[in-house]
């Protein structure tokens, strides 16, 4: 699938209106922000600050692949030059992302920032 495809799949399985996902998306890209992808997943990473971003994560895997997608943008994101991202999550995805992160040495924190559940130092 392309990342539109993924997300616009993922924002219909969450109730959530399409096109109005790709445009937010899109207006992130625009203000500085990337996208990664790998397999069914789409990382979208909005921009908050030069070294700062959020995370917006949208998928079709299933678990297995969904780890690997997770491990190679944690791989990406540490050559990046990126210093911190947050997101929020909870359940699953949270304890699935804190496996990961640990698994990279990136361990996930409570977030020091309003609007975000965790933050991961880069």
Do not use: C
Not at 67 to 89: N, P, Q, T, V, W
């Amino acid at each position: 699938m392309k990342p539109s495809e993924v997300i616009t799949a993922d924002a219909q399985k969450d109730g959530l209106d399409p096109k109005q996902v790709l445009l937010a998306t899109s207006i992130a890209v625009k203000k500085g922000g990337q996208i990664l992808h790998h397999g069914n997943t789409t990382l979208v990473l909005e921009k908050i600050d030069d070294k700062h971003f959020a995370t917006h994560l949208f998928t079709q895997d299933a678990p297995i692949p969904l780890s690997r997608a997770l491990i190679m943008f944690f791989r990406k994101l540490e050559k990046s030059g990126i210093h911190i991202i947050y997101g929020d999550a909870s359940g699953t995805m949270l304890n699935l992302l804190k496996r990961i992160a640990q698994k990279v040495g990136a361990p996930i924190k409570d977030s020091d920032r309003r609007g975000y559940t965790w933050m991961i130092k880069l």
